[in-house]
């Protein structure tokens, strides 16, 4: 039964974010207010009831919901959210949610489409060093993809700025500057919750396998990743690789951290192998 309460739970929060990106969608055509924060609305409620159905499973199971593929892209699904709150509240870029609502109802349908399958307890998931690794890794990857959506945003009002009939988007979107800055602050927060995760997801393998490297793919694609975002902050800092160049390259980022989250996982094995089964 509490399974089932976890099930239903996760079905109303994919429809809440469905209603979420539809209420986006309209606010970026119509530019109403109350379709922004209609919206909004419908995240946190949406937020909340996916909340309730992790707390729900582990309830009932005694473990954390991250065993397979499923599980996996809920909770990335989950932390985008969250994010997507936290920054929010920071800096208003209301039209970021439109960027947020899609991508999380695109994977949640995806969750809901996978078939389920009878999921066993993972003793080596039981661990506070690795419930602290899946959580900055998952984090800092969700701050990371908010990047890229600023990314976006930032290269579509360009775009406007610099063509002699802006279009569509000009009117619609943000000043360069706030999108720039959006950025860092999701670029900045995401490779400093990535790099804490990698360094717990280290002592974790030390403690489980012996030794903190074992160029296991995800271990090798995790740290090439890390590498792309901390040469993209040196440039920041060193080279004014700012505005334009900096938005590609949270995009490129972004498709290297989906590569590096199912692919590696899916074509090369290795340890992580089961969390995309």
């Known amino acids: 039964m509490s399974l089932q309460m976890a099930d239903i739970a996760l079905q109303s929060a994919t429809f809440f974010y469905f209603i979420s990106m539809v209420g986006y969608s309209l606010f970026l055509f119509k530019q109403k207010p109350g ?4 919206s909004f609305g419908f995240i946190i409620a949406a ?4 909340a309730l159905s992790m707390i729900v499973y582990v309830w009932a199971t005694g473990d954390v919901p991250i065993q397979n593929l499923a599980q996996s892209l809920s909770l990335a699904a989950f932390s985008l959210g969250c994010m997507f709150l936290f920054f929010q509240y920071q800096f208003d870029l209301k039209i970021l949610g439109l960027f947020v609502s899609v991508l999380i109802s695109v994977i949640m349908l995806m969750v809901l489409a996978i078939p389920e399958v009878p999921v066993q ?4 998931l039981k661990s506070v060093w690795v419930y602290a690794h899946i959580f900055l890794v998952f984090t800092g990857d969700a701050a990371l993809a ?3 959506g600023a990314g976006i945003l930032y290269l579509l009002q360009e775009k406007g700025i610099k063509s002699k009939h802006p279009g569509f988007f000009f ?3 943000p000043s360069l500057d706030l999108l720039d800055s959006v950025g860092y602050n999701c670029l900045s927060t995401g490779f400093a919750l990535l790099t804490v995760g990698l360094v717990t997801g280290f002592v974790y393998a030390k403690a489980i396998w012996g030794q903190f490297w074992s160029w296991d793919p995800k271990e090798v694609f995790s740290v090439g990743t890390w590498l ?3 040469a993209l902050l040196h440039l920041r800092f060193r080279s004014g690789w700012r505005g334009r160049r900096s938005a590609i390259m949270t995009i490129i980022g972004f498709f ?5 989250f199912i692919g590696v996982n899916m074509l090369l094995g290795g340890h992580h ?3 995309t089964k």
Do not use: D, M, P
Not at 47 to 50: E, Q, Y
Not at 256 to 260: A, D, E, K, R, S
């Open 47 to 50: 937020i909340g009831l996916h």
């Open 228 to 230: 792309v975002y901390a």
């Open 171 to 173: 009117k619609r979107l």
């Open 256 to 260: 290297i951290i989906l590569f590096t």
């Open 273 to 275: 192998q089961g969390f």
């Open 35 to 38: 379709f922004q924060k209609t």
């Open 121 to 124: 307890g993972n003793a080596v």
């Open 146 to 148: 908010l990047a890229s």
